[in-house]
């Protein structure tokens, strides 16, 4: 299990809107806080975000940077929280699109749930790629030429993904191995820069 200087100095991007699941933000985003890491609320407009949980309101979340003001460069790794309303309003804002698309160019980590494959559909980032989601976007996955599958945890590269909020426990320990294993490495690289 990651302590709190596990991930010291790790600047993670969340992005999410209205309608995200109230737990796949909230527990992912303590186990990173946890563990040292800052992360960056972001999302289309700036104010509060509400979540869900499931069919209902949850609770309200206030957003730090708005999409227009964040470059991915400031960032080291991404958590895209799930939640269909969510992730079906934020996988065609073109910001959000573009940031995906530069942190997976950048080979930096992405760490997505439930229905946050979405927009790395949208971004035509998900040919060739191996993932889980939550059941009912399988066949958006496929017919985006990714490969599809049913368990708990999915680790591909600098991907992680998991399938709903049952899963989060396993999510949350996973996304903290892939975060770590890449804070690490470049820790190694700045040093030898230096």
Known sequence: MAD???LQGLRVAILATDGVEDAELKDPRKALDDAGAKTTLIAPKAGKIYSMEH???AAQYNVDQTLDQVRAEQFDAVLLPGGALNADTIRVHPRAQEFVREMNQSGKPIAFICHAPWLLVSAGLAKDRSMTSYHTI???IRNAGGTWQDEEVVRDKNWVSSRQPSDIPAFNAAMLDLFAETHAK????SRKVA
């Open 138 to 140: 399988q066949d958006d």
């Open 186 to 189: 470049a820790g190694v690289r």
């Open 55 to 57: 069919h209902d309101k």
């Open 4 to 6: 709190k200087t596990t």
